[in-house]
């Protein structure tokens, strides 16, 4: 939990400020974003104030996770969208602007203009191994 001030969501979890709210368990919120990028925009957002993924326990991310397969077939039901973004900004040079986890899920239709810049890159020689030596090593020993 942040000891600052609370986030704009957390505002939204304590009914401060108002919502379209769509879902809500013990753990998770989910409500319309303010400014959609498309009708239907969803945030999924944890109850508790964590800034960024990296700091979000087990059973939390477990409890986001449990409830995004539901959230992405409604979305997908009420507007008919055949696809959908979901998209996590983690970190402000990512594009994240709300300190507060949250995770998009943007309804996409064919032609409808959104999307970002994705060009892929290429390894050098050993860049790869190198990184999944360094990647498999933290996750085996997190600490
Ligand atoms: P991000 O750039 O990933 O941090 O996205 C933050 C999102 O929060 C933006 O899409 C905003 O439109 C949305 N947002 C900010 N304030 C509110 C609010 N009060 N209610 C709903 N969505 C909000």
Known sequence: MSAASPSVFSR?????????????????????????????????????????????????????????????????????????????????????EVMHVHFHLIPRQAGDGLGYRWNPGKYAPGEAEKLRDQLSLLLTDPA
């Open 12 to 96: 939204i979890v304590s009914g401060e400020i108002p919502a379209h709210k769509v879902y809500e368990d013990a753990h998770v919120l989910a409500f319309l974003d303010v400014g959609p990028l498309a009708p239907g925009h969803v945030l999924l957002i944890p109850k508790g104030e964590f800034a960024t993924m990296d700091a979000v326990p087990e059973d939390v991310a477990a409890a986001l996770g449990r409830v995004l397969p539901r959230l992405v077939r409604a979305v997908q039901s009420a507007t008919g969208a055949p696809g959908i973004n979901v998209l996590q900004n983690n970190g402000k040079v990512s594009g994240q």
